[in-house]
């Protein structure tokens, strides 16, 4: 593939150029993310180590902790150097790796809060089917086939953005390269990248959400109607009342960065919702999945009580 770029790295303009300001940013930021590395970390272990964890719902909780630990270090370490050095530049290489990773572990996670979406929707609407459908055979499938279009997804914007030719400007206005800032540095055509930004991504980003949508409308109508006892409604909406936060969280700021249209006045907006589901949102899930999940909050007192008093077991 012949690369005609001009351009051999680009300037992140960022959050903002007071160096005072920045020194902060950076205390904030890696606490953030070292917050995001032991509790995705933490929930991936214990997941591993608890049997009674081994279930389709936690499995896909432990694949979610995995995006969010990989999601997270595409952005945040580049943006802690640039912070201590002062030095905010990238390679036209390293550029386009981190939209690559950026958009396939982003992609990825939107199809898994469906796949975990319709995971709830057969455990409580279709329970003594529950085994049978959502299988380990099942599980590993829905998992892989979420990674690998994920993967493709990345791969078509990373394969057409290299495509491109960057003759003078290489200023980003933003954090870190993605799509929409890189595309409006281009000196070709950006007609085809646009179109594939909003029909292709678009499909990515909404079908999961819809599909999410119909899955919680099905369950609470279900709920509603066919269950009679209070306190196993309170149970059924007890379990899906963390991934509706995490969905709320994520597709909503998602949908507003990548399917509404940009302007001048709206880089600033962009670069903090842009935050919110890349940076922050990975420090919350733990915290949502355990504060609100009785049988999370068991099984990692008891992994810690093993770990720190293993003569006691």
């Known amino acids: 593939m012949e690369n ?16 005072s300001l920045q020194s902060y940013l950076f205390t904030l930021f890696l606490l953030l993310y070292m917050a995001s590395i032991l509790g995705n970390g933490a929930t991936v272990a214990v ?9 389709p719902m936690y499995f896909f909780l432990g694949n979610l902790s995995s995006l969010d630990i990989f ?68 599980c590993l499938l829905l998992a892989g086939v979420t990674w690998a279009t994920g993967f493709l997804h990345a791969l078509m914007h990373t394969v057409m953005t290299s495509r491109l030719h960057f003759c003078g400007p290489n200023r980003i206005h933003h954090f870190f390269c993605d799509i929409k800032p890189l595309l409006s540095l281009a000196c070709s055509s950006t007609r085809l990248n646009l179109s594939l930004l909003n029909t292709v991504t678009g499909i990515i980003g909404v079908s999961p959400f819809i599909l999410t949508l119909l899955s919680y409308l099905y369950i609470i109508s279900f709920l509603s109607l066919k269950v009679r006892s209070r306190e196993s409604r309170r149970k059924a909406f007890s379990t899906c009342t963390s991934h509706l936060t995490v969905i709320a969280l994520y597709y909503g700021t998602v949908i507003f960065t990548y399917l509404c249209p940009s302007s001048g006045s709206s880089k600033g907006e962009e670069m903090i919702i842009t935050l919110v589901y890349s940076v922050i949102t990975p420090d919350l899930n733990p915290l949502i999945y355990t504060l609100r999940n009785s049988e999370v909050k068991y099984a990692t007192r008891k992994f810690i009580i093993r770990k720190l008093f293993p003569e006691t077991n």
Request: negative net charge; hydrophobic residues 50%; contains cysteine.
């Open 4 to 19: 005609q770029t001009e351009v051999s790295e680009f300037i992140f303009l960022g959050l903002t150029h007071v160096r």
């Open 71 to 138: 999601f997270s270090t595409v952005t945040v370490p580049k943006m802690l150097a640039g912070f201590l050095s002062g030095h905010h530049t990238i390679s036209f290489t390293s550029c386009l790796a981190q939209l690559h990773f950026f958009h396939f572990l982003g992609s990825s996670e939107a199809m898994l809060l469906a796949v975990m979406a319709y995971d709830r929707y057969v455990a409580i609407c279709n329970p003594l089917r529950y085994t049978l459908v959502m299988s380990p055979q099942a």
């Open 47 to 55: 997941i591993l180590a608890e049997l009674q964890l081994h279930t």
